[in-house]
């Protein structure tokens, strides 16, 4: 109901509630009824009553901005700090961290940071982009090392190929078309990675990184969720799940089940701008 319509009705309703006072006590008392000042008393209430709810309307929607302002100015806050810790990864051009499906610049000076502290051998990853540029740099700069970078977009994953030759760290990473087909994981169907036999033979995955496929193709669901039923057997006893994305439900809920049914792993959850999950065999 629109405020000024409800104001409206509560003003009515107050003058009837006093014409009817009036009108009760006229019954005992010889004093007229005045009709004029209840009409009166009854517009008084109306406007006071829209002029509570404008002021009050007002606040939440001030309320609300400034809430959003803070996140905003929150996140890039984040995003410059993140900006500022991947100062030593020079690269040939700027890279486009944060918007669409590129990760964001404190997620990726997470991922640099673990990477550079745990130097994994293998490192699997579901969503090429940014990220797989950052893993070969580093690679190439420990002499170590290798990212095999899987991609349902074909457009996308060729996109990628070319920042990697640019980039002259191509040595470092592959990235595979790995086309979205229906498979079954425990009691249902997902659309899921068709994987590259070169990618199943690997015995030891060190790095696991799930940023795809888009959630879009299962908004109430859980599309990611074949990631760690797809790759378990292949981890290294070391291995780290890392996980983008991890403030949404989706991913909160696949996580959940992933630590219900595999309770050997543990994990934390870092506060990058989109959440960054990280999950580990428990020591």
């Known amino acids: 109901m629109p405020p000024l319509l409800r104001s409206l ?15 009760a006590a006229r019954a005992f008392t010889s004093s007229p009824f005045d009709m004029q000042l209840a009409l009166a008393l009854a ?9 509570k709810s404008g002021l009050a309307r007002r606040i939440d929607e001030f309320q609300t901005e400034s809430r959003k302002g803070l996140q905003h100015l929150g996140e890039q806050m984040a995003e410059a700090q993140g900006l500022a810790q991947l100062v030593p990864y020079e690269h040939p051009y700027p890279l486009p961290f944060g918007g669409g499906w590129a990760l964001t610049a404190d997620a990726a000076a997470l991922l640099a940071r673990e990477v550079a502290l745990n130097r994994p051998r293998v490192v699997v990853e579901l969503g090429s982009g940014v990220s797989t540029l950052l893993m070969a740099r580093m690679f190439k700069e420990m002499g170590t090392g290798k990212v095999y970078s899987l991609d349902h ?28 087909a229906r498979q079954r994981f425990g009691d249902k169907e997902y659309d899921w990675y068709t994987v590259p036999d070169a990618v199943r033979r690997l015995e030891q995955i060190d790095f696991l990184i799930v ?17 760690l039923p797809a790759f378990a057997a292949q981890l290294s006893p070391q291995a780290i799940v890392y996980v983008d994305d991890a403030k949404r439900p989706q991913e909160q809920a696949m996580l959940e089940r ?16 989109p959440g960054t999950y990280l999950l580990r065999r428990k020591a």
């Open 9 to 23: 009705l509560i003003g009515l309703t107050a003058g009837i509630v006093l014409a009817l006072l009036a009108m």
């Open 43 to 51: 517009i008084l209430v109306a406007l006071m009553h829209w002029w």
């Open 153 to 180: 977009d074909a457009g996308w994953a060729e996109h990628t190929r070319r920042h990697l030759v640019a980039s002259g760290v191509a040595k470092w990473a592959e990235v595979f078309d790995a086309p979205l």
């Open 211 to 227: 940023d795809g496929p888009p959630a879009a193709l299962d908004p109430s669901g859980m599309p990611r969720y074949p990631a």
């Open 258 to 273: 992933w630590l219900e049914e595999n309770p050997g792993f543990e994990g934390r959850m870092h506060d990058t701008v």
